[in-house]
């Protein structure tokens, strides 16, 4: 398995993926410049947080025509994995390879913190080794992450397992209190109908490091890895 | 009598615009390569109840002044128009 | 020469330079200066760049350390050897006066300033930390201030992506008009990777890359400029915008190009601009430049001479590289969509020849322009001000001793100046960067990995200018042990300090006695903790005609270092039934701590008791007992007391605690003195023998407190209030008095 976390101008959390998948999980990685159009055979595409063409006008719309996503459609298109965290997320909703808007958060601010996850069902590849009822603590980092979509498309993503992540408390309840941005039905993270395009707001890659009393997020990337391998 | 006041907020032309220069760069991506300089602001549009036009031309400048606009980096402009 | 124009002693004026300065300047270019010039000088020559009325006090700082690789004012920031071929850039700068116009701006920029400080270095910027001052929090003036400021820094770090992972807030009266904006960057190089502030090697080639050039900044220079006409005036942008997203680029960029090898010489532009760079890098490389002022980028049309060498536009840099990498550089800035223009060249002149489209515009010479060159030096009178006598005369006996001690811990812990500072903490991306460790453990002072070592730098910003204000001399010397004591309480060892000098008038006597009093404090505490200054910042004029001067606050960054991760000490207690210790003397004294001036109102008292050697006693102690692995938690004791230490410890892990006082003190003072040199230390019970005789054979002062408990704080027997109440009321302080 290879993966690949594409670099945009703005991206700064590529460098922490890039350890985190290299170091801690010892897998084969590269990063991919968004000016490239090659993606090096990569299996799996991480497109990473950060602040991507500064995210003016709104977040992703312009790294969403950086040469390198043309190549990013046609894998997905074929069935390869794309994954996009924080930033990556907002650019892969703005591509529309994912369904959905990342809006601002309901308290109009950046807000950096620790939070509560619960994974929704084992059938995805992110989720796949996820304990359903553990409350995952990763941390977000976003000023625009709360997940709005129209009622069908909502309807839709409940109905075909789209839903990969919700925010809860530490016991794991999701409750309007524990809905860390105001995203509608406490949406952190979604794929899309194939399951091959995922995007989540919080870093799984803040959280997998010893060194930092807390490796909750390892577990998202050892699914991946341990599905893939089986 | 009801007035539509439509305002438009932009930055001071002398002032840098961090983002007209990074959506430059995405229009170049896109191909379009012509644009020699984008500058991006808010439109604006407010529905006002005032007794006559100068009313609600006083109204609006008030609201530009104090809250629309940042006069220090920030210029605007706005059409009055019955509702 | 292009500008003709006849200068008088008035233009100089009101370029801000004296008479002796214009006469001083006709004899450096044995003629009259026409206008560039003297607007080169009045900014070269101004306390910001030149540091006339500072630096002869500043040089009695010590600046020696075997591990400084350089010099405090020789490059943009200091330089610390840290260690297996690595070392530390780090420095502390103040935006006070733009944050003043226009908060949100203003700090932005201070952030982006202070950043090109240290990747000018060839440093990767690793950790932010900010020191800010406010007014009154009920005014909606500070309201607007500190929600400006906070989104200001948080904008342009977390887009530039180093993570913000620590800081100080205070608020007072004093700084109503003056907020106090001090952001401080560090980065890690890999030593004979650095970059210098230089420039030599004839017909080398000078670019500037980056943003391109605007009005910004011009102000002074602009309204003396004789043919200004009303249209310019309104060419001038009264506030400069910083761009996060060309810094980040900026920052790649240059590292990338440093990586290569062929650069000769690299400094930021931040005030004074182009003039600064190209003065400062030749007087240093003891060469000249010719500077084709046409070819620089501009963002405005038509601007003059001055105008570009003046300007002040963020996120450029000037870079000498080696003659024939003219096509290297140009396509690493290609490829980073950022400007790059050749200006000029290396000459062996020594002197600065500006031309505007083959014309020349100003023709003087680098060294006469810049500190330790021609650049006027001052001394200043200085006087004792009133009030530092009436201040000593507070008699601790003319406090009523029958207290409410319930409604004291009360009102503490909702004290903006001691509260939570969440609501601006997490508008800050603390953990991008993955190395801040402190996310989920917390510390005194903020340790932050150095990745892929097992070293980490443990970083501080301290200053309570309240006792810098009661007695200027002890107040900084506190400032400076505060911030030792905070990096010893995590695990690091102290190694050098960078400063950021904020002060009023210094034509001011009285004014100018503060500041000498806090050199001499700094000097004799950074000389007991081995920590030299590296560099840093003054910023006079923070005052208003109104409120008089803001409290001295000559605000300490200190750099520690933590070589082995198991070092690392927390602040929160641990478990229940763990032993509670204070380590160090308690003390009859209540002088300017949070208790007398903020529930008392009396705002007349001295510095708390402070003593250096018992202070660096203390600290060895408590560095002693971390490596010997006897202690839970150490968290040293400051604003509030010691009661709002062990509140703070308790919070942190939802626990509480039960403490005994002791009847030789007054409960206030006990309580809530400020007293300095005292930490909080939990010990688990089985550690109990072999840590107090550690203490006892060392001769530190300690005494046993009480124990760690499950929910509650317990004071002699007598309830206070349960750990969720506290931190219910201690968290959500700010956010109640900021979102109304």
Not at chain 1, 11 to 36: G, I, P, T
Not at chain 3, 74 to 81: T, Y
Not at chain 3, 218 to 244: M, R, T
Not at chain 3, 390 to 411: H, P, R, V
Request: glycine share 8%; with cysteine.
């Amino acid at each position: 398995m290879k993966f690949g976390v594409i670099v945009f101008p703005g991206s700064n959390c590529d460098e922490d993926l890039y350890y985190v998948l290299k170091h801690h999980m010892q897998q084969e990685v590269v990063k991919l410049w968004h000016k490239d159009r090659d993606l090096q055979n990569c299996d799996f595409i991480f497109l990473p947080g950060g602040f991507s063409y500064g995210d003016y006008l709104r977040s992703g719309a312009i790294a969403r025509f950086s040469p390198i996503m043309e190549n990013v459609f046609n894998h997905a298109e074929k069935g390869g994995f794309v994954m996009g965290i924080c930033n990556g997320f907002q650019i892969l909703t703005e591509a529309h390879l994912l369904p959905g808007a990342l809006l601002h958060n309901d308290n109009r601010k950046f807000i950096c913190k620790n939070v509560f996850l619960k994974a929704e069902h084992n059938h995805s590849l992110i989720t796949s080794k996820l304990d359903l009822q553990k409350a995952y603590q990763i941390p977000i980092a976003h000023g625009e992450g709360r997940f709005y979509a129209d009622n069908n498309t909502l309807q839709e993503l409940n109905a075909n397992g789209q839903i990969l992540f919700r925010y809860c408390d530490a016991q794991g309840n999701v409750s309007e209190a524990s809905n860390a941005n105001g995203s509608l039905q406490n949406i952190a993270g979604v794929c899309n109908k194939s399951k091959n395009v995922f995007g989540m707001m919080p870093h799984p890659e803040r959280a997998a490091d010893t060194l930092l009393s807390n490796t909750d997020g390892r577990a998202l990337f050892q699914s991946i890895i341990e599905m893939v391998e089986a | 009598m009801k007035f539509i006041a439509e305002i438009e907020v932009m930055p001071k032309k002398e002032i840098l615009d961090p983002q007209g220069k990074a959506v430059k760069l995405g229009l170049a991506n896109l191909g379009i390569n012509e644009v020699v300089d984008v500058r991006i602001g808010r439109h604006i549009t407010l529905t006002i109840e005032a007794v006559n036009e100068s009313e609600a031309k006083a109204q609006t400048a008030k609201a530009c002044e104090k809250l629309l606009a940042n006069l220090i980096m920030e210029s605007f402009q706005f059409k009055i128009s019955a509702a | 020469m292009i500008d003709n124009t006849i200068t008088t002693l008035e233009t100089a004026k009101k370029l801000g330079l004296l008479e002796e300065e214009f006469e001083k300047i006709k004899i450096i270019l044995g003629r009259i200066p026409n206008f560039t010039e003297l607007s080169i000088f009045s900014v070269m020559w101004s306390e910001h760049c030149s540091y006339k009325n500072s630096i002869t006090w500043l040089k009695k700082l010590p600046k020696d350390s075997p591990r400084m690789l350089a010099k405090a004012g020789e490059e943009n920031a200091g330089l610390v050897d840290i260690g297996d071929g690595l070392a530390c850039s780090f420095k502390i700068e103040s935006h006070n006066h733009p944050s003043a116009l226009e908060p949100y701006q203003g700090a932005a920029t201070g952030v982006g300033g202070i950043n090109r400080d240290i990747f000018t270095m060839g440093a990767r910027p690793i950790a932010l930390l900010n020191s800010l001052r406010f007014g009154n929090l009920k005014l909606d003036k500070t309201k607007w201030l500190i929600k400006g400021v906070v989104k200001g820094i948080g904008d342009y770090g977390n887009a530039f992506g180093i993570p913000t992972v620590g800081g100080e807030v205070y608020f007072d009266d004093c700084y109503n008009v003056n907020p106090l904006v001090n952001a401080f960057s560090a980065g890690i190089v890999a030593i004979g990777k650095t970059a210098s502030a230089t420039s030599y090697g004839v017909g080398n080639p000078v670019f500037i890359v980056g943003s391109a050039t605007g009005k910004d900044g011009i102000h002074g220079a602009a309204f003396a400029s004789k043919d200004i006409s009303e249209d310019s005036v309104n060419d001038l942008p009264a506030v400069q915008v910083g761009d996060p997203f060309q810094e980040k680029l900026l920052l790649e960029a240059t590292l990338e190009i440093i990586g290569k090898g062929s650069v000769i010489g690299i400094q930021d532009m931040g005030a004074a601009g182009i003039i600064c760079s190209t003065s400062e890098m030749s007087a240093k490389g003891e060469h000249g430049m010719d500077i084709w002022l046409d070819k620089v980028p501009t963002r405005q049309a038509n601007m003059k001479p001055f105008e570009i060498l003046l300007s002040e536009s963020q996120e450029r840099m000037l870079i000498v590289v080696e003659k024939g990498k003219e096509k290297e550089i140009q396509a690493i800035f290609d490829k980073w969509d950022l400007n790059c223009a050749q200006i000029g060249v290396v000459t062996d002149t020594k002197r600065l020849h500006f031309y505007m489209n083959n014309e020349l515009a100003a023709d003087v010479p680098a060294i006469d322009l810049v500190l330790g060159g021609g650049a006027p030096v001052y001394q200043r009178e200085y006087t004792e001000p009133a009030y530092y006598k009436e201040f000593k005369k507070f008699d601790l006996n003319s406090i009523d001793t029958t207290q409410d001690y319930k409604a004291i811990a009360s009102f503490l812990l909702k004290q903006p100046n001691i509260a939570s500072k969440r609501w601006i903490y997490e508008q800050y991306d603390s953990m991008v960067g993955t190395a801040n460790t402190n996310t989920n453990s917390p510390s005194d002072a903020s340790i932050v990995n150095v990745k892929g070592t097992d070293k980490s730098i443990v970083i501080t910003v301290d200053c309570n200018s309240r006792y810098v204000n009661a007695d200027p001399e002890e107040g900084c010397a506190i400032a400076v042990a505060e911030a030792a004591r905070n990096i010893v309480c995590s695990g690091g060892e102290p190694v050098a300090i960078t400063n950021c000098l904020n002060f009023g008038n210094p034509y001011n006597p009285e004014v100018y006695w503060q500041f000498v009093g806090a050199i001499k404090g700094m000097k004799k505490a950074c000389e007991k903790f081995s920590t030299p200054v590296t560099g840093g910042n003054v910023s006079f004029y923070n005052q208003s005609s109104y409120e008089g001067p803001v409290f001295p606050t000559p605000t300490i960054g200190m750099l520690g270092l933590m070589d082995d991760p198991t070092n690392r000490m927390t602040m929160n207690f641990k478990k229940e039934g763990d032993l509670i210790y204070l380590i160090g003397e308690s003390k009859n004294d209540i002088s300017s701590s949070e208790y007398l001036y903020g529930y008392l109102g009396i705002k007349a008292s001295t510095s708390p008791f402070f003593d250096l050697d018992k202070e660096f006693d203390v600290q060895n102690t408590v560095a002693e007992i971390i490596k010997k692995k006897l202690i839970a938690s150490a968290h040293d004791i400051s604003e509030g007391g010691l009661f709002v230490t062990l509140a703070e410890s308790a919070m942190a892990s939802k626990l509480g605690f039960e403490i005994t006082t002791d009847k030789n003190f007054r409960k206030d003072a006990y309580l809530f003195g400020e007293a300095q040199s005292r930490v909080v230390v939990s010990i688990s019970a089985e550690m109990q023998t072999e840590f107090e005789k550690i203490l006892q054979d060392r001769n530190t002062p300690f005494s046993k407190l009480g124990s760690v408990v499950a929910c509650d704080f317990i004071i002699d027997g007598e309830k206070f209030s349960n750990t969720n109440e506290s931190a219910l009321a201690y968290n959500n302080v700010l956010h109640e008095l900021l979102e109304q």
